[in-house]
């Protein structure tokens, strides 16, 4: 079978899950293309997000929420990226020839959509990468999505979607994450890990001064971000404090980490999950990530910091706290480990 894996950069957790999912289906002799061939034809839309969420976080919150309800705007954007999917996509498809095109980013998902109107034998399958189903991310010709939780079968059921099912397999991340770690469940002497995602967003001199109060080592991740790491390196912190880029190696990590400290992207929170580390969120993306905060924080997955962050810190890295105990434990109950393999043999079987 011969399997298109269509995804679009912004931002990174659409691109681990589409990695992730590649390959589970070549060890299981699938044939897989990668597509980034929506970028050029996404590329003022991604300015206007990205300098919304940096610079008018309120406005773009609104317009996100606004959005999800406007079900007549949102059928003409899907009438219009449709129509540009085909006149981009269309050459793709003959090149290829996939049997199924799966989608971790809505508007690639979107532009399929119309490839596959005139091509009803491609199958299409969207794999959500946040906690929640914005209405941008419904798409009614979908033959099955990929979920986590079951308000996001609630939220596809709320739109209308009944074409295909919709599999709980969780998000897809990294192989390494599923090996097992003799820390779990014990208490970890690692740092106190300052995570912010691939793209190093958020409040970092903020958070990173507040933690240095407490006599924990912390290690700040600033991802892709080099200004903002070279903004914190020009500050004079404790010696117990480490200012790193992206690293790779965020399995080990994680499974030694004291404690975790950071935004809630939806990859990011499957990858923590797995880890079974206390996670306490102190700074989202306006708009999505504040449905995953409110998701994780109702399912006991991690509790928001923003407001008592050092009380927190020292109650979710003592061993003997209760509170502690019952988030490592949802935890182990929501991890999904195997969710690119699960989700492979089940569009494999399609």
């Given at each position: 079978m011969r399997i298109l894996i269509a995804s679009l950069p912004i931002g990174t957790g659409h691109d681990i899950a589409a990695?992730?999912?590649?390959?589970?289906?070549?060890?299981?002799?699938?044939?897989?293309?990668?597509?980034?061939?929506?970028?050029?034809?996404?590329?003022?839309?991604?300015?206007?997000?990205?300098?919304?969420?940096?610079?008018?976080?309120?406005?773009?919150?609104?317009?996100?929420?606004?959005?999800?309800?406007?079900?007549?705007?949102?059928?003409?954007?899907?009438?219009?990226?449709?129509?540009?999917?085909?006149?981009?996509?269309?050459?793709?498809?003959?090149?290829?020839?996939?049997?199924?095109?799966?989608?971790?980013?809505?508007?690639?998902?979107?532009?399929?959509?119309?490839?596959?109107?005139?091509?009803?034998?491609?199958?299409?399958?969207?794999?959500?990468?946040?906690?929640?189903?914005?209405?941008?991310?419904?798409?009614?010709?979908?033959?099955?999505?990929?979920?986590?939780?079951?308000?996001?079968?609630?939220?596809?059921?709320?739109?209308?979607?009944?074409?295909?099912?919709?599999?709980?397999?969780?998000?897809?991340?990294?192989?390494?994450?599923?090996?097992?770690?003799?820390?779990?469940?014990?208490?970890?002497?690692?740092?106190?890990?300052?995570?912010?995602?691939?793209?190093?967003?958020?409040?970092?001199?903020?958070?990173?001064?507040?933690?240095?109060?407490?006599?924990?080592?912390?290690?700040?991740?600033?991802?892709h971000n080099e200004n903002l790491r070279w903004r914190l390196d020009e500050y004079r912190w404790p010696e117990r404090v480490h200012i790193v880029g992206y690293i790779e190696h965020m399995p080990s990590l994680l499974k030694a980490a004291r404690l975790v400290v950071g935004k809630p992207g939806g990859?990011?929170?499957a990858e923590v999950c797995q880890s079974n580390v206390p996670w306490l969120l102190t700074h989202w993306i306006a708009g999505q990530e504040e449905e995953n905060r409110d998701r994780l924080v109702m399912h006991d997955l991690a509790m928001r910091g923003d407001n008592n962050l050092k009380e927190l810190v020292l109650e979710l890295t003592a061993e003997t706290s209760a509170m502690r105990k019952q988030m490592l434990a949802s935890q182990r109950a929501w991890a999904r480990p195997d969710a690119a393999d699960e989700l492979a043999e089940k569009i494999l079987s399609l």
């Amino acid at each position: 079978m011969r399997i298109l894996i269509a995804s679009l950069p912004i931002g990174t957790g659409h691109d681990i899950a589409a990695r992730a999912l590649a390959e589970s289906f070549v060890l299981r002799g699938a044939e897989v293309e990668f597509s980034h061939h929506l970028v050029f034809d996404m590329r003022w839309q991604a300015r206007l997000y990205f300098f919304g969420i940096r610079y008018l976080p309120g406005v773009y919150g609104n317009l996100f929420r606004l959005g999800d309800r406007a079900e007549v705007f949102w059928r003409r954007h899907r009438k219009e990226w449709r129509q540009a999917g085909i006149e981009a996509l269309e050459p793709v498809y003959h090149a290829y020839r996939p049997d199924v095109v799966v989608a971790t980013h809505p508007y690639a998902l979107t532009g399929w959509s119309g490839v596959k109107a005139r091509y009803p034998h491609l199958g299409l399958v969207g794999v959500l990468t946040d906690l929640s189903v914005h209405r941008f991310w419904y798409e009614p010709s979908a033959d099955a999505y990929a979920v986590w939780l079951p308000e996001q079968v609630d939220d596809l059921e709320k739109f209308g979607y009944r074409s295909g099912p919709v599999w709980q397999s969780g998000i897809p991340i990294r192989a390494s994450f599923s090996q097992p770690s003799p820390l779990i469940g014990h208490l970890r002497q690692g740092p106190v890990v300052l995570l912010g995602g691939g793209l190093g967003m958020g409040p970092y001199m903020r958070i990173l001064k507040r933690l240095t109060e407490l006599p924990f080592p912390v290690l700040a991740i600033c991802g892709h971000n080099e200004n903002l790491r070279w903004r914190l390196d020009e500050y004079r912190w404790p010696e117990r404090v480490h200012i790193v880029g992206y690293i790779e190696h965020m399995p080990s990590l994680l499974k030694a980490a004291r404690l975790v400290v950071g935004k809630p992207g939806g990859v990011t929170a499957a990858e923590v999950c797995q880890s079974n580390v206390p996670w306490l969120l102190t700074h989202w993306i306006a708009g999505q990530e504040e449905e995953n905060r409110d998701r994780l924080v109702m399912h006991d997955l991690a509790m928001r910091g923003d407001n008592n962050l050092k009380e927190l810190v020292l109650e979710l890295t003592a061993e003997t706290s209760a509170m502690r105990k019952q988030m490592l434990a949802s935890q182990r109950a929501w991890a999904r480990p195997d969710a690119a393999d699960e989700l492979a043999e089940k569009i494999l079987s399609l």
